[in-house]
């Protein structure tokens, strides 16, 4: 379809663009052999031009008719190279994945998971893990980290591969004043996110870096090339221009071969140049969705953890408050004890004193000596 479009907005651009030039030699009185008309390779050019975005402006149509044309057609034409290189990126980005899978295996190094979750298959999983029943979560459930690995495996999509290690050490960092040994499933689900962008970012930074040695292998092709027409600045200084589609129009390129070489090069250099640019985007979304995971992940341990606290400091209050009353309650009870003794020795007292007959000198009341009358 974008073939389809191109060759006929072209060829239609030719057409249009030569009438106009005839019809002018003619009115002016010229000969028409002697008039330069638009050849078929410049027509893609232009339409080339328009369709990258760079618009170098060394050639552009004359005719009412013909900018009518580009006008009309600037916006699809964008929009088809916009897919087509879409759809460039993706395959140059593929390309660089196995490259650089290849690189790391053979240097010994860790591959980057790229990790998927299927929410059918984690509903599941919750379900199964919380209350056994399919559909019904229970988000209070606490599960032992070291219970996590089947869990893990129910999930698919290299959660496998994940070590309960990896998710210990992922809730240190995210809760580095305490050792969390039992989590939430609430905060199970942030973690799972926060562990799904950590790896992503790993692996698309791989990918970006690919995509960069991929984007510079192309710059410095165009580099190589135009620089035996012109001076290595001038060569470096066009590159960049055209590959970052700015196009200012002070270089560009002329004859047919560097026409031809400017087709194939502009569409591999800026394709690399959008996988490197969309991997960048993939990376920094990554990293805000890595940071919102953080701080739910934090906010959500540490309200637990100060749940914990206030807990725990209502026991001490209403253990001190029990054994206060304790010790009240035995208090009161010492003394009375001591009050019934000290009854009972008054009462033994004034039986001893009547059944003797002799009135009592001495009377002992509260462990002090009075004297009453006989």
Known sequence: MVIVLITSV?????????????KEA???????????????????????????????GNLSPVSYRGKLLIAIFSVPLIGRFGML?????????????????VFIRCFGLRV???????????????AAQTTRE????????????????????????????????????????????TKTTKIQVSEL???LSLIRANHNIAYEKTTFYSAGVLCWIWFFMGFIYYSADWTDVNSFYFSVITLTTVGFGDFYPEGFSDIMFWYFWVLLGCGSFAAMLSTYSTITHAQEVQAHALAKLRRAIGHRASLKE????????????TEGEKSIKE????????????????????DDASRSGTPALFNTSDSQLSFQDS
Request: proline share 1%.
């Open 10 to 22: 072209s060829l239609a651009l030719k057409h249009v663009e030569n009438e106009f030039l005839k």
């Open 26 to 56: 003619l009115e002016s009185g010229e000969d028409v052999s002697s008039v330069k008309l638009l050849s078929t390779m410049d027509a893609f050019y232009v339409v080339a031009t328009v369709m990258t975005t760079i618009g170098y």
């Open 189 to 191: 689900i942030e973690l």
């Open 134 to 177: 399919y559909g019904a979560i229970d988000l209070n459930y606490k599960i032992h980290v070291d219970e996590l690995q089947p869990f893990l495996k129910c999930l698919g999509g290299g959660w496998e591969k994940v070590a309960v290690s990896n998710l210990e050490r992922h809730l240190e960092h995210s809760n580095a004043c």
């Open 85 to 101: 290189l879409g759809s460039l990126a993706n395959m140059l980005l593929d390309i660089a994945r196995v490259l650089t899978h």
């Open 331 to 350: 208090l009161k009870t010492a003394s009375s004890i001591v009050k019934a003794r000290e009854e009972n020795a008054n009462g033994r007292d004034e």
């Open 310 to 321: 206030k807990l725990m400091e209502s026991e001490m209050m209403i253990r001190t408050i």
């Open 112 to 126: 980057p998971l790229r990790l998927s979750i299927d929410q059918s298959k984690l509903l599941k999983a919750l």
